[in-house]
Nanobody, 124 residues
C-alpha cells in the first residue's frame, strides 16, 4: 500500500487546512486509517483515526472539536479537516494504514504503512 499525503502549508492561527491521503490499494475500504503528527524534537503522536466504513472515529483530546477525520472509499482517500489551528499544531502530519483492524486504534505500532508526511506550520 502506498500512501500519498498532501494539503499541508503555512497558515495563521485560527485558519483551516484540509489534509488528504490517497491510497494506492483498491481494497482501501478494508482497513482502518489514522493520522499522526511529529513536531521538532518531539515524539510522533496520535491525532485521529477512522474505521474502515467511516462509522467509528477516535480523536486525541487536543484536537477534539477542531479536527475531523473522514474518508471517501470510492476515491481511496482519507481526509483530516483542521479548523481553528493553533501554533502548537505545527508538525509534520502522517497518514497511516492499519490492515489488520476494522476499527481505529491509537497505537502507531499497529499501522503497517505510512505516508511521507506533509508539513503544517501555524504562525501566531
Amino acid at each position: 500500500v502506498q500512501l500519498q499525503a498532501s494539503g499541508g502549508g503555512l497558515v495563521q492561527a485560527g485558519d483551516s487546512l484540509r489534509l488528504s491521503c490517497a491510497a494506492s490499494r483498491r481494497t482501501f475500504s478494508s482497513f482502518a486509517m489514522g493520522w499522526f503528527r511529529q513536531a521538532p524534537e518531539k515524539e510522533r503522536e496520535f491525532v485521529a483515526a477512522i474505521s474502515l466504513t467511516g462509522g467509528s472515529t477516535d480523536y486525541a483530546d487536543f484536537v477534539k472539536g477542531r479536527f475531523t477525520i473522514s474518508r471517501d472509499n470510492a476515491k481511496n482517500t482519507v481526509y483530516l479537516q483542521m479548523n481553528s489551528l493553533k501554533p502548537e499544531d505545527t508538525a509534520v502530519y502522517y497518514c497511516a494504514a492499519d490492515l489488520d483492524r476494522w476499527n481505529p486504534t491509537r497505537d502507531p505500532n499497529k499501522y503497517e504503512y505510512w505516508g511521507q508526511g506533509t508539513q503544517v506550520t501555524v504562525s501566531s
